[in-house]
């Protein structure tokens, strides 16, 4: 029974991973809003983080993390480009490792809310909300500890008007934070809701 269970959450997370590529190669992961890009990507990662778990979670922010890495070694992300050549190190850790943190984090936030949520709703939505949010405040939250001093972060505050690290961060994700928080919830909590139910997991 559990090599058969073991089975279905493998080939689960195989299709997981495929649909994160395929968003990536499609170019449908993310859309570009100024130097940022709005990631359609946490959607999918907070659905399998709630359908599969945290660890699993973890592989799909993994997977992600690695193609943004790729973005800012290629320089097909301008920003990222150019910190992987101030810091490679604090590059890998601000694509990857958060990223990998952001589908594990999802997953623990989901099992602890669906623990007290006694009509197993509300914690599909709070889910779905908790990838895009936790990765807008770790990835933005290590570009200002890290690299707010640098060049390109202090010509981009000058050119929103930010006079503070805060204002820096609130100017910059602004609507597009918005609408990737408001996707997570709508559509990240509604599609893990009704599978769970079509399998029968809620």
Not at 29 to 37: A, E, Q
Not at 121 to 126: E, P
């Given at each position: 029974m559990n090599?058969?269970?073991?089975?279905?959450?493998?080939?689960?997370?195989?299709?997981f991973i495929s649909i994160v590529l395929v968003m990536k190669i499609t170019g449908l992961?993310?859309?570009?809003?100024?130097?940022?890009?709005m990631t359609l990507t946490m959607i999918p990662i907070a659905i399998g983080a709630m359908l599969l778990g945290p660890?699993?979670?973890?592989?799909?922010?993994f997977i992600y993390g690695l193609t943004s890495l790729y973005d800012a070694v290629t320089g097909r992300s301008a920003m990222t480009h150019f910190f992987f050549q101030v810091s490679p190190v604090n590059t890998v850790i601000l694509c990857v490792i958060i990223r990998?943190?952001?589908?594990f984090l999802t997953g623990i936030i989901f099992k602890a809310v669906k623990k007290i949520d006694k009509k197993k709703?509300?914690?599909?939505?709070?889910g779905g909300l908790a990838a895009p949010m936790i990765n807008t405040i770790l990835f933005m939250g290590y570009i200002v500890v890290v690299f707010y001093r640098t060049e390109f972060v202090q010509n981009l505050?000058?050119?929103?008007?930010?006079a503070n690290p805060l204002m820096f961060v609130v100017l910059v994700v602004g609507i597009q934070g918005?609408?990737?928080?408001?996707?997570?919830?709508i559509i990240g909590g509604s599609v893990a809701k009704a599978v769970a139910h079509g399998l029968k997991r809620d």
């Open positions: 090599n058969r269970t073991n089975l279905r959450k493998m080939t689960e997370l195989a299709i992961s993310s859309i570009p809003v100024g130097p940022l890009v660890v699993e979670g973890a592989v799909l922010g990998t943190l952001v589908g709703f509300i914690c599909y939505y709070v505050a000058d050119k929103v008007g930010a918005m609408l990737e928080w408001l996707g997570g919830v």
